[in-house]
């Protein structure tokens, strides 16, 4: 069985800059959720899709969207990047809404 | 609003001791509750769960102990080894939304 994987797993942007992170989830699981991770800081909700569709939202701005497609993969989008954006970005996944959630190894963004 | 915190940001133990992380939370509708390893340079490893309708759930030299009354969750590492050397984060669901405290950093000392 193949855990959640994401990628890239570094990638270096400038401020203003647009940015597209990827997330495969775990198979049989139907819900994602994107997690943000300042330095020395525990994960923060950013949202979460349930069979394509959004089904919860964090405390981030609109900037921040994503999509999930018809095989639960899923795409996190930040448009004009802010240096506090810098974080490493962990999607988790689980088979059904409630249960535990399993985290892929994150993508380390850097805002310069 | 939801808060969930560690009553420590670092812990240091001698291999073979036991360890305890504390962890409180503050939204008494929360009902599911996960502790997380997280090694450096890596995601948040799932280590145990436990349901608000139980007080403890044990598993491979893990027990989770649930305290309601005062809001309070801790994970207990028996035998700890320095594989066990990590972060460590409580998190809770409320909704469909997990919350995650700060961390405390588990040191094993060979």
């Known amino acids: 069985e193949t855990g959640v994987t994401q990628s890239p797993t570094h990638l270096i942007k400038t401020r203003g800059q647009q940015v597209t992170l990827r997330c495969s989830s775990q198979s049989g699981h139907n819900t994602v959720s994107w997690y943000q991770q300042a330095l020395g800081q525990g994960p923060q909700f950013i949202f979460q899709y349930y069979r394509e569709e959004e089904n919860g939202r964090g405390n981030f701005p609109p900037r921040f969207s994503g999509l999930q497609f018809p095989n639960y993969s899923s795409e996190l989008n930040v448009n004009a990047l802010e240096l506090d954006d810098s974080a490493l970005y962990l999607c988790?996944?689980?088979?059904?809404?409630?249960?535990?959630?399993?985290f892929g190894p994150g993508t380390r963004l850097t805002v310069l | 609003g939801e808060s969930v915190g560690l009553h420590l940001p670092t812990l240091s133990v001698q291999e073979g001791d036991n360890s305890i992380i504390n962890c409180a939370y503050s939204n008494s509708a929360s009902d599911y509750f996960i502790w997380y390893k997280q090694e450096s340079g890596k995601g948040p490893q799932f280590i145990i769960d436990i349901r608000s309708n139980m007080d403890k759930r044990q598993g491979q030299r893990v027990t989770v102990l649930l305290n309601k009354t005062v809001k309070h969750l801790s994970l207990q590492i028996a035998a700890t080894q320095p594989g066990d050397s990590a972060v460590y984060f409580c998190a809770d669901l409320t909704g469909n939304q997990f919350y995650f405290g700060t961390g405390t950093s588990l040191t094993v000392i060979p």
């Open positions: 988790a996944s689980n088979p059904q809404i409630h249960n535990e959630q399993f």
